[in-house]
Structures are given as C-alpha cells and as structure tokens.
C-alpha cells in the first residue's frame, strides 16, 4: 500500500489544521492506521491510531485536541489537529498495518509547524 500525506503547515497557537493521508495499492479496510510524529534527533511518537474495528486511541498529550477518523469511501485517514500547541510541532508521518500480515508502511511525511 502507498499512503500519500498532506494538510500539514505553518498555524498559530490555538488553531487548527487536518491531515489527510491517502491510501492506494491495496483494501482499505484491511488495515489499521495510525499518526506518528518526529522531530530532528528524536524518537518516532506515536499519536493516534484507529483500527478496522474503528477504534481509536491517543497519546495523552493530545487526548482531547486531536480525532483520528478515516472514509473509506475515499481511502483516507484524517486527524484532526484543535487547539495546537508549539509542542505539536513536527513531522507527522501516516503508518498503516496489515491485519492479515502485519507488514508495516509509511508515507513521507507531512511538516506542521505551530508557531505565532
């Protein structure tokens, strides 16, 4: 599957940006996705994932500001970043797993930069 990510940007304190990641190459459905984020010199974080099942789970540090989502209809997965804070600055990257194999992949990578 190739997964395409985009939506990230420069945003002010306080607002709000949606990423959008785009799969392609495989069933939709069969995969559970999630949101990572890096900085330069630090580890992978996870952020938000979402299941088949359409479960979602959070870091605490953005439970409450940040919805994971996905349509099926159009192959994307969204997360929905309120109330943003400079700490949320990074590159968000888009993960998808197989339920079948487990096999892991990324997109690129979208930058979001919150700053005033």
């Known amino acids: 599957v190739q997964l395409v990510e985009s939506g990230g940007g420069l945003v002010q304190p306080g607002g709000s940006l949606t990423l959008s990641c785009v799969a392609s190459?495989?069933?939709?459905?069969?995969?559970?996705y999630k949101w990572y984020r890096q900085n330069v010199g630090t580890q992978r974080e996870l952020v938000a994932s979402?299941?088949?099942?359409?479960?979602?789970d959070y870091v605490d540090a953005v439970k409450g500001r940040f919805t994971i989502s996905r349509d099926i209809s159009k192959k994307t997965v969204y997360l929905q970043m309120d109330n943003v804070k400079p700490e949320d600055s990074a590159i968000y990257l888009c993960?998808?797993?197989?339920?079948?194999?487990?096999?892991?992949?990324w997109g690129q990578g979208t930058l979001v930069s919150v700053s005033s």
């Open positions: 993960n998808a797993i197989s339920t079948y194999s487990g096999a892991a992949y």
């Open positions: 979402i299941n088949s099942g359409e479960e979602t």
């Open positions: 190459g495989s069933i939709f459905s069969l995969y559970d």
